[in-house]
């Protein structure tokens, strides 16, 4: 942590890459570009010691355009402090970043379940946490904090039993 | 009535020649049901933590007969759904209730698998009895184990009063849907057509336009 | 339901032993939903060959109950009783990370008491849950009398916060700028009493399963988990400890006063499952040191527990039934509470790891977004590596040891 005025500690990691540092209640983030988010994470990783990615999220703006801004936070164990990293997304897909922390595999699966973001890269791309055929992205804030029909694919499974119970063999 | 105090009385012609014995072999029947529940627990959530201390040493429900906790719905009797019940895991409930061999009874424990609880969201099943038939609802958040233990003694009592070989004999009149039927209980109101009862409190998209034209109320928009 | 099939990658007809009755078929069995040593609602889709474990595919959101979508709904104070129930063995846990997180971000700070008296209700909560994680990990192994010893505990404890809060679970007892009430002398004496006799307790349970030699061939050697590999994933908590990694976030970001207890971290030195139980075990041993400290000290430390600052906190009860501005305030914070555009993490040392809340506002009356990050999830992102090539009966012994509750997993 540094005091008000000086850089940060990782900020020498990002040199070269365009990025802005900004002061929020937890400490210093740094928001970069869609282009450079990658090369980006790698930097932190490697030069600034930040072995741990703590979670990767998504906000979402809606109906502010572009909606999506992408949020990783790291953590580095030996100099112990943390960075956000903050990107707006122009569209819905982001760079992977689950080949430089393995344990980010899930965390970008989720953000796909959840918001629709793809991750160019990603080895397993599904669905984490809704059931597979679900059709829609929950956190997105136009989704109905009810739901939109959320027992259809329960009365398809339900419809597919009671027709194979009253087949004839 | 199904029972054999029914059937006693048609096939001797007369009032209740096999009547006394038919209805001790119907209490000697529901006796042995009622002592000897064998309960299933699906501990979906934090109700499975307490229904865990209801097992455990202070609250033992091996008093009352239902020690067998058998996590194979082949042998058990009691299905005690313990928890939030979500769309992804209600066919997984569902199956485990069919799997379950007739006399069966369900015990809906906690507000959240008698009504979805707090959860009015997109994820969670509004009540079990949408999709299986409910004995007893035991509301509490979690329910104490002493409410689960009073909802034991409660199932207890219905099982003393019912005709325990109406279903055999097919005398038994509809109180619950068939085994294996799949047919819901109640049909759930999801996605189709909202009515005024529908309005949520939080959720300020669900309301429905406002017909009082009067400035105070909005004006007539919505 | 178990089914055969013949994979793309079943070893090569030279590698297949001749006396193979299986001829090199591999089986999907599948574990859960619903199983008793899942600890919850967790799907396994298990690819064994043999009695090996080939290939281990973990389902989860069986028990995703939207509580994120919830919290931009309901708001930043409706949103207490929902952390209860994210790791729902150590609610309070929960609720003070969450506190913590909104506190940080609207710049409030709470009063010394209730600092001091979360501290002590946090470590309560640490001891339930890793007397969950014995108890269940006992019974799971074939351990039964552990399950009832620790659950026999845990009612003690329950008892303490039954008198504390009202509730034995899910207690919903903390607010933004401190706790609901003060702690009384009643119930000061409860946990006196309690951490009188839980050191005994912790004795018949260790006297039990440390040296037990089934214990130990069930144990150790399962699940061997290196420094980088645990950093690589995400790993806090025990998990990582375990594994010889020195990170504790009460040492290391202290919050609500921790820098100034006197605790050791207990370290292990091969991430095996063994070594997991053994921290828990000490853990517990320090927490109940720790809340012996905190117990103290509230002899001393007296004030408030509860910040009186009008914009986020509700006024006194018997002012808003008399005056009219703490009206208009309660009126306000129930309906339009505001706290100013920004984002804050915040994590805390709970019994799984770090739990973690990311809050976010943009200034208007309902939160923008509140992400909790999940020790759990990690833990069973993990353990696909951890259970390859073991055997099946290990896979109980790992689901146990890197203790997960599905309520935090899944949300």
Redesign the interface.
């Known amino acids: 942590m540094s005091a008000a005025g000086t850089a940060p500690r990782w900020a020498a990691a990002l040199e070269g890459l365009p990025h802005e540092i900004s002061a929020e209640q937890d400490g210093p983030c740094v928001r970069v570009a869609l282009a450079d988010l990658r090369e980006a994470l790698k930097r932190l990783r490697d030069r600034a010691g930040f072995a741990m990615c703590t979670f990767v999220t998504c906000i979402d703006g809606y109906p502010k355009e572009p909606r999506f801004e992408l949020c990783h936070q790291l953590l580095s164990l030996e100099h112990n402090d943390r960075v956000r990293v903050r990107c707006t997304l122009p569209g819905d897909s982001a760079p992977t970043c689950s080949d430089l922390w393995p344990g980010a595999v899930w965390m970008e699966r989720e953000c796909f379940d959840m918001f629709g973001l793809r991750f160019e890269g990603h080895p397993d791309l599904r669905r984490l946490l809704m059931p597979d055929g679900y059709e829609h992205f929950p956190l997105r804030r136009d989704f109905p904090h009810h739901g939109i029909e959320p027992d259809r694919l329960y009365r398809e499974w339900d419809r597919k039993r009671r027709e194979h119970w009253t087949q004839t063999p | 009535m199904g029972s054999l105090k029914a059937i006693g009385a048609e096939s001797a012609g007369e009032q209740g020649s096999l009547g006394f014995l038919a209805t001790r072999t119907d209490w000697l029947i529901n006796w042995g049901r009622k002592n000897s529940l064998w309960p299933m627990p699906?501990?979906?959530?934090?109700c499975?933590?307490?229904l865990?201390?209801m097992f455990?040493?202070?609250f033992d429900l091996a008093r009352f007969g239902a020690e067998a906790a058998r996590?194979t719905p082949r042998q058990c009797d009691l299905l005690i759904v313990a928890?939030?019940l979500?769309?992804?895991?209600?066919?997984?409930?569902?199956t485990?209730y069919d799997q379950m061999p007739d006399p069966k009874w369900v015990i809906a424990m906690g507000v959240c698998s008698s009504s979805g609880g707090?959860?009015?969201?997109?994820?969670?099943?509004q009540g079990v009895d949408?999709?299986l038939p409910v004995d007893v609802y035991v509301p509490g958040?979690?329910p104490?184990p002493d409410a689960m233990i009073d909802a034991i003694l409660k199932l207890q009592k219905k099982i003393e009063r019912e005709d325990p070989l109406g279903r055999l004999i097919g005398t038994a009149g509809p109180m619950r849907s068939e085994a294996?039927?799949?047919e819901?209980q109640f049909q759930?109101n999801?996605?189709r057509k909202r009515t005024a009862l529908d309005k949520?409190a939080?959720?300020p998209?669900?309301r429905l336009p406002i017909e009082d034209p009067s400035p105070r109320r909005g004006g007539g928009k919505s | 339901m178990t089914t055969t099939q013949v994979f793309e990658y079943a070893p090569s007809p030279e590698r297949i032993p001749g006396d193979d009755p299986l001829h090199g078929e591999l089986m999907t069995l599948n574990m859960g939903p619903q199983h008793p040593a899942t600890h919850g609602v967790l799907r396994l889709i298990v690819t064994l060959d043999g009695e090996q474990v080939v290939k281990c595919d973990p389902m989860v959101g069986f028990l995703h109950r939207g509580k994120e979508k919830s919290c931009e709904t309901l708001g930043w104070h409706k949103f207490f009783p929902h952390t209860d129930r994210l790791d729902y063995v150590q609610p309070l846990m929960n609720n003070i990370g969450y506190a913590l997180a909104v506190e940080k971000l609207a710049g409030i700070d709470v009063p010394e008491r209730a600092k001091v008296a979360r501290v002590l209700l946090m470590e309560l909560s640490r001891i339930m849950a890793h007397l969950i994680y014995i108890g269940t990990l006992g019974i799971d192994l074939g351990a039964v009398t552990i399950f009832f010893y620790s659950f026999r505990q845990r009612e003690e404890l329950y008892k303490i916060v039954d008198a504390y809060t009202g509730h034995r679970m899910n207690n919903t007892y903390v607010r933004i700028g401190g706790l609901y009430a003060d702690v009384d002398e009643g119930v000061e004496a409860m946990v006196r009493e309690f951490l009188e006799q839980f050191p005994s307790a912790l004795e018949e349970i260790d006297k039990l399963l440390t040296r037990n030699r089934i214990w130990n061939d069930r144990n150790r050697g399962i699940g061997v988990l290196s420094a980088q590999d645990a950093i690589a994933r995400s790993l806090t908590g025990p998990v990582l400890r375990a594994s010889g990694v020195d990170w504790d976030l009460r040492r290391k970001q202290p919050y609500s006063g921790y820098e100034t207890y006197e605790f050791e971290v207990p370290l292990g030195s091969t991430g095996d499952c063994y070594d997991r139980y053994l921290v828990r075990m000490e853990e517990m041993r320090q927490s109940a040191k720790i809340a012996r400290q905190a117990l103290d000290r509230l002899a001393t430390v007296k004030g408030d527990v509860l910040i009186e600052d009008r914009r986020y906190v509700l006024p006194p009860k018997d002012l808003v039934h008399t005056s009219m501005e703490e009206l208009i305030f309660q009126f306000k914070v129930v309906t339009d509470m505001r706290i100013p555009r920004g984002q804050a993490y915040h994590a805390i040392e709970s019994s799984k790891g770090e739990l973690g809340f990311f809050v976010a506002s943009d200034g208007s009356s309902k939160p923008l977004r509140c992400h909790i990050r999940a020790p759990g999830l990690m833990n069973i992102q993990s353990l696909p590596s951890l259970a390859e090539d073991r055997l099946f009966s290990d896979m109980v012994s790992l689901i146990g040891s890197l203790d997960f509750v599905m309520g935090e997993v899944d949300r």
């Open positions: 699906l501990g979906l959530s934090c499975g933590i307490e865990m201390a455990g040493p202070k996590f928890g939030t979500t769309w992804k895991m209600a066919q997984a409930a569902r485990i707090m959860y009015d969201s997109y994820a969670v099943v949408s999709i958040c979690p104490r294996g039927s799949g819901l759930p999801f996605g949520h939080h959720d998209k669900s």
